[in-house]
């Protein structure tokens, strides 16, 4: 996470940019200035304040706090203003209070330099206690740290700290950017698609929506992806929306069971222009604080990813890169080696640590790294194996970054294409059937279209992935627009009732242009800009790592009468049912 005083530098200037292009807070409101805008060209003149009590010392003074910044209150210590002096020091940290005074500079030496507001401070003549408040669950303060549970529970207390009003407010001025650039610039149509559909074959589970059709259900769509392509045959040419996607599968610090994408299609357009229109969409949208971004972006292909660095999304941050060693230990006598090169396309391959690296503890790393993800290599570069060299270099790097040497520098942003990705993989429960490598309506390599029909493993497809630093941000295709090679992929390779899509291949049948799109994970991509451990800090109300709602204590329990209308029955167990009628 980035550290309080780079933290601070980042958001004060983030707000100051705000003030820059003259945004009017204070309309329709009755203050007259927020705490975060008053300098010293405001020396003599009345103000209004509203805001929470960040801190009150001894009946001095206090600290008003609101979304912009911070001011120093004087409490009057006078006869005349004595209800006031007792109002203010009898609140309760995190009350919301008004106050009217008037701007004065603080006395020598007792100006603050690290606050934007610290060479004023505002003498109270009346004051007022909105909303007391209780006792907190826990201090709203960055450095405090909270166990993340609390932090959920009581969601609405931590989005009032500092990081999280920064990691938000950033996040809507990137997303106002990126509609600017695509709508008003380009030409975008923004277009909100249905949230209740049907289920699609392949890909993640889905939540499913009863309905008042016995035995029928609705399905949260993972993602808008057939409802922009229909958007395409309807003639619409260029369609974008901040879409919100619903997966039901286990949680990770990078996913949530809902989230949300920047969801993008095109007619007439090739992978290239896709490329180039992301490229200008990430540059032009791109925060001011966190540096600049070149264009364009570096490509690699999925093979010469896997060779080099282990993995199809790589931290091109820092090299040790995958290296093939066998010519060099052709004549060694180890035995293993030996063994390895005798198979007719065995290979040794190792990674090269930076000189005078190798600790004690990087060794016992590699002493202790599991035997079965350590194997010489008898055939071409596949995911899996190239996943246990992969693993190694980014565990390499950890112990290096552990020891001093700086590798992957979190101010630092390289984005990478990785392209040429197969089109199909062998599926994991059934290693003889496919499975698509991104969806089944990507299109094959045009080199490759051939090979669809008579060897399908061997099909590169035309997706693309947009990777940084080591994360996959972004991934899009261009897309079958022929309804006969779609129902020839459902049907011949995937094995796939085609019927499920029979509204998708109809469509094709009626002039369907060719077309493609992308989509680019937004909390994801936010997260990386901000340098934070897990998207749920770039999301207003997450849901937790078991996919809970631990504020609202989601989901819930209904009961057989509520369940009635969706013909529906539920066998409680034992203990929930206990739960659900203590």
């Not at 209800?83 to 009350?95: D, G």
């Not at 282990?310 to 230990?329: A, C, E, H, N, Y």
């Not at 049948?509 to 680019?520: D, M, N, Q, R, S």
């Not at 009961?559 to 203990?575: G, K, M, R």
Request: include cysteine; glycine fraction near 6%; charge should be negative.
């Amino acid at each position: 996470y980035l550290y309080p005083n780079v933290l601070h530098q980042l958001y004060w200037g983030y707000r100051e940019s705000f003030l820059c292009i003259h945004l009017n807070f204070n309309s329709f409101v009755t203050r007259t200035n927020t705490c975060g805008e008053l300098r010293s060209a405001h020396v003599g003149q009345e103000v209004t304040l509203y805001g929470w009590i960040q801190y009150q010392r001894q009946g001095l003074f206090l600290v008003l706090r609101d979304f912009q910044g911070l001011t120093q209150i004087i409490i009057p210590q006078d006869e005349a203003h004595s209800h006031v002096k007792k109002l203010l020091s009898n609140a309760p940290v995190e009350s919301v209070v008004r106050v009217t005074g008037t701007v004065s500079l603080r006395p020598p030496g007792q100006e603050n330099p690290k606050m934007p507001t610290g060479d004023i401070e505002v003498k109270v003549e009346t004051a007022e206690i909105l909303n007391s408040c209780k006792k907190l669950p826990f201090e709203i303060k960055d450095f405090i740290k909270k166990t993340e549970a609390l932090r959920m529970q009581y969601r609405y207390l931590d989005l009032r700290s500092f990081q999280l009003q920064y990691n938000l407010r950033l996040r809507s001025q990137i997303v106002m950017r990126m509609r600017e650039y695509l709508c008003n610039l380009h030409g975008f149509v923004d277009v909100e698609t249905p949230t209740l559909f049907k289920r699609t074959p392949g890909g993640a589970k889905e939540f499913l929506v009863p309905s008042r059709e016995a035995g029928k259900f609705y399905s949260l769509p993972q993602s808008p992806q057939q409802f922009k392509q229909l958007l395409m045959v309807g003639g619409l040419d260029r369609y974008f929306q901040v879409a919100r996607c619903y997966r039901d599968e286990g949680s990770r610090p990078d996913r949530q069971p809902e989230f949300t994408q920047i969801d993008i299609e095109m007619s007439f357009v090739d992978q290239a222009g896709i490329q180039r229109l992301i490229e200008g969409l990430l540059q032009y949208s791109w925060p001011e604080e966190r540096g600049s971004i070149t264009t364009p972006f570096p490509s690699m292909t999925y093979e010469e990813s896997l060779a080099d660095y282990g993995t199809d999304k790589p931290d091109t941050r820092f090299g040790m890169k995958i290296v093939d060693i066998s010519d060099f230990l052709r004549r060694s006598d180890i035995r293993f080696v030996q063994n390895a090169l005798s198979y007719p396309r065995g290979t040794v391959k190792a990674i090269c640590i930076p000189q005078g690296m190798v600790s004690d503890a990087f060794t016992y790393c590699l002493y202790n790294f599991p035997d079965s993800e350590i194997a010489p290599s008898h055939s071409p570069p596949s995911l899996l194996q190239c996943s246990a060299l992969g693993s190694l270099r980014l565990e390499s790097a950890d112990l290096l970054e552990a020891a001093g040497l700086v590798l992957r520098d979190p101010t630092v942003f390289h984005f990478l294409w990785v392209v040429d990705f197969p089109l199909f993989l062998p599926n994991e429960e059934n290693p003889t059937e496919l499975e698509s490598a991104h969806h089944p309506f990507t299109a094959p390599h045009p080199s490759d279209t051939s090979l669809l029909y008579s060897d399908p493993t061997k099909v590169r497809s035309q997706h693309y992935d947009l990777v940084l630093n080591g994360n996959e941000v972004g991934g899009g295709s261009i897309r079958i627009h022929s309804a006969e090679q779609q129902r020839f992929v459902l049907e011949k390779v995937l094995k796939e009732d085609s019927e499920v899509l029979s509204h998708l291949l109809e469509a094709l049948e009626f002039g369907a242009p060719p077309h493609g799109g992308i989509a680019l994970g937004l909390d994801r991509l936010i997260s990386l800009i901000v340098d934070a451990p897990s998207i749920r800090d770039v999301i207003a109300f997450p849901k937790s790592f078991k996919g809970r709602d631990l504020m609202g204590n989601a989901p819930d329990y209904v009961t057989p009468e509520e369940l009635e209308p969706y013909h529906i029955q539920v066998s409680w167990p034992l203990a929930e049912k206990e739960a659900k009628n203590p």
